[in-house]
């Protein structure tokens, strides 16, 4: 069995489920950016998951669940996942899509501005982040459901394919 979590202080902090389901969804909703084409890097679709210090093994755990998942690629393309930490966020590097765990509000700004003036998608590992203006989070209760933040979508200046408003719940 995959060990998800190697303390229990991690283990209170993130649910397992829901990292699976994400680590399942958001690589595919990447897929549905209309754009996609030019976000790559280089050739590969590369998925930065952001996190603090005290949860990079959570970070790096996540990891393994996408590459586990997707380790033939996304859509016939390369899937490159690659775990940073918020303080060492390069603005010259880009990723095609960014998921912030947990951090402070000052992290995940200065993630979400470098996304969103370069057009790439950010999700979130809670989807309380929205007054962040963090663009896509996943909430999970009896079925799953993919909360897309209206005011941000302007902001990151993206467009999905249709099939991705139909299936989103749009928060305004």
């Known amino acids: ?16 489920f829901l990292l699976r389901v994400q680590a399942s969804i958001y690589p595919k909703i990447i897929m549905l950016d209309e754009e996609l084409e030019k976000k ?20 790096e755990n996540l ?3 996408i590459v586990e998942k997707y ?12 775990v940073t930490e918020f303080e060492k966020l390069n603005l010259k590097t880009m990723s095609t899509a960014y998921i912030l765990l947990r951090g ?14 370069m057009g790439r998608i950010v999700f979130s590992y809670s989807y309380n982040d929205f007054e962040n203006n963090i663009l896509i989070s996943l909430h ?15 902001q990151y ?14 928060l305004e």
């Open 71 to 82: 380790k033939t690629g996304l859509g016939g393309r390369e899937l490159k996942v690659i």
């Open 104 to 117: 402070s509000s000052e992290a995940h700004a200065n993630v979400i501005r470098h996304a969103s003036n």
């Open 157 to 170: 200046d993206i467009k999905f394919l249709p099939v991705f408003y139909k299936i989103a719940t749009i």
């Open 63 to 65: 990891r393994g669940l």
């Open 40 to 59: 790559k890097v280089g050739n590969e679709i590369v998925l930065n998951i952001m996190t603090a210090r005290e949860d990079v093994l959570v970070a």
């Open 140 to 154: 999970v209760k009896e079925k799953t459901y993919i909360y897309l933040n209206k005011s941000a979508l302007h």
């Open 1 to 16: 069995m995959f060990m998800l979590f190697c303390g229990a202080s991690m283990a209170a902090d993130y649910d397992p």
